[in-house]
Nanobody, 119 residues
Protein backbone atom coordinates (compact mmCIF):
# COMPACT_ATOMS: atom_id res chain seq x y z
CA UNK A 1 0.00 0.00 0.00
CA UNK A 2 1.51 3.30 -1.17
CA UNK A 3 0.52 6.67 0.22
CA UNK A 4 1.60 10.24 -0.59
CA UNK A 5 1.15 12.80 2.19
CA UNK A 6 1.43 16.52 1.47
CA UNK A 7 2.14 19.42 3.78
CA UNK A 8 3.15 23.08 3.69
CA UNK A 9 0.12 24.83 2.23
CA UNK A 10 -1.45 27.90 3.74
CA UNK A 11 -2.31 31.56 3.36
CA UNK A 12 0.36 33.96 2.16
CA UNK A 13 0.43 37.54 0.89
CA UNK A 14 1.41 38.36 -2.69
CA UNK A 15 5.17 38.28 -3.03
CA UNK A 16 5.53 35.79 -0.22
CA UNK A 17 6.89 32.25 -0.20
CA UNK A 18 5.78 28.75 0.72
CA UNK A 19 7.47 25.38 0.60
CA UNK A 20 5.36 22.31 -0.09
CA UNK A 21 6.51 18.80 0.66
CA UNK A 22 5.18 15.39 -0.30
CA UNK A 23 6.44 12.17 1.23
CA UNK A 24 5.75 8.73 -0.21
CA UNK A 25 5.53 5.70 2.03
CA UNK A 26 4.64 2.06 1.73
CA UNK A 27 5.98 -0.91 -0.16
CA UNK A 28 8.12 1.05 -2.63
CA UNK A 29 10.75 -0.47 -4.84
CA UNK A 30 11.53 2.67 -6.86
CA UNK A 31 10.14 6.12 -7.57
CA UNK A 32 10.50 7.41 -11.11
CA UNK A 33 9.16 10.85 -12.00
CA UNK A 34 7.51 13.03 -9.36
CA UNK A 35 5.56 16.21 -9.87
CA UNK A 36 3.22 18.89 -8.66
CA UNK A 37 -0.14 19.79 -10.17
CA UNK A 38 -2.69 22.37 -9.15
CA UNK A 39 -6.38 22.97 -9.59
CA UNK A 40 -8.10 26.31 -9.11
CA UNK A 41 -11.88 26.61 -8.73
CA UNK A 42 -13.62 26.11 -12.05
CA UNK A 43 -10.42 25.14 -13.84
CA UNK A 44 -8.79 21.94 -15.01
CA UNK A 45 -5.93 20.43 -13.09
CA UNK A 46 -2.68 21.67 -14.61
CA UNK A 47 0.96 20.72 -14.47
CA UNK A 48 3.15 22.92 -12.27
CA UNK A 49 6.49 21.12 -12.27
CA UNK A 50 8.01 17.67 -12.68
CA UNK A 51 11.30 16.08 -11.76
CA UNK A 52 12.75 12.79 -12.96
CA UNK A 53 14.69 10.25 -10.96
CA UNK A 54 17.94 11.81 -12.20
CA UNK A 55 16.65 15.30 -11.32
CA UNK A 56 15.81 16.68 -14.73
CA UNK A 57 13.06 19.28 -14.28
CA UNK A 58 10.25 20.85 -16.23
CA UNK A 59 8.02 23.80 -15.30
CA UNK A 60 4.85 25.43 -16.44
CA UNK A 61 5.56 28.73 -18.15
CA UNK A 62 3.57 30.63 -15.53
CA UNK A 63 5.86 29.54 -12.68
CA UNK A 64 9.24 29.51 -14.39
CA UNK A 65 11.78 31.50 -12.43
CA UNK A 66 9.58 31.59 -9.32
CA UNK A 67 9.10 27.93 -8.34
CA UNK A 68 11.73 25.25 -7.80
CA UNK A 69 11.03 21.53 -7.63
CA UNK A 70 13.47 19.22 -5.88
CA UNK A 71 13.56 15.74 -4.39
CA UNK A 72 15.28 13.79 -1.67
CA UNK A 73 15.44 10.19 -2.83
CA UNK A 74 16.59 8.92 0.56
CA UNK A 75 13.39 10.29 2.09
CA UNK A 76 11.09 9.51 -0.86
CA UNK A 77 10.09 13.16 -0.76
CA UNK A 78 9.47 15.85 -3.37
CA UNK A 79 9.42 19.56 -2.59
CA UNK A 80 8.09 22.67 -4.27
CA UNK A 81 9.66 25.96 -3.24
CA UNK A 82 7.31 28.76 -4.27
CA UNK A 83 8.61 32.32 -4.29
CA UNK A 84 7.11 35.61 -5.49
CA UNK A 85 3.65 34.16 -5.13
CA UNK A 86 0.78 35.77 -6.99
CA UNK A 87 -2.99 35.60 -6.46
CA UNK A 88 -3.17 33.54 -9.65
CA UNK A 89 -1.21 30.81 -7.87
CA UNK A 90 -4.15 30.18 -5.55
CA UNK A 91 -5.22 26.55 -5.96
CA UNK A 92 -5.21 23.13 -4.41
CA UNK A 93 -1.80 21.62 -5.06
CA UNK A 94 -1.45 17.88 -5.59
CA UNK A 95 1.74 15.86 -5.70
CA UNK A 96 2.15 12.92 -8.03
CA UNK A 97 4.64 10.09 -8.26
CA UNK A 98 5.19 7.19 -10.59
CA UNK A 99 6.13 4.34 -8.30
CA UNK A 100 7.26 0.78 -8.80
CA UNK A 101 6.15 -1.66 -6.16
CA UNK A 102 7.01 -5.32 -6.16
CA UNK A 103 3.99 -6.03 -8.38
CA UNK A 104 3.49 -3.08 -10.75
CA UNK A 105 4.22 0.50 -11.78
CA UNK A 106 1.46 3.02 -11.09
CA UNK A 107 0.82 6.72 -10.60
CA UNK A 108 -0.15 7.88 -7.12
CA UNK A 109 -1.60 11.17 -5.93
CA UNK A 110 -1.42 13.10 -2.68
CA UNK A 111 -4.49 14.34 -0.87
CA UNK A 112 -4.01 17.96 -1.94
CA UNK A 113 -3.01 21.02 0.03
CA UNK A 114 -4.59 24.46 -0.26
CA UNK A 115 -2.44 27.44 -1.23
CA UNK A 116 -4.12 30.82 -0.99
CA UNK A 117 -2.34 34.01 -2.07
CA UNK A 118 -4.24 37.08 -0.96
CA UNK A 119 -3.71 40.44 0.67
Amino acid sequence: QVQLVESGGGLVQPGGSLRLSCAASGSIFAIYAMGWYRQAPGKQRELVATITSDRATDYAYSVKGRFTISRDNAKNTVYLQMNSLEPEDTAVYYCNARIRTWSSVDDYWGQGTQVTVSS
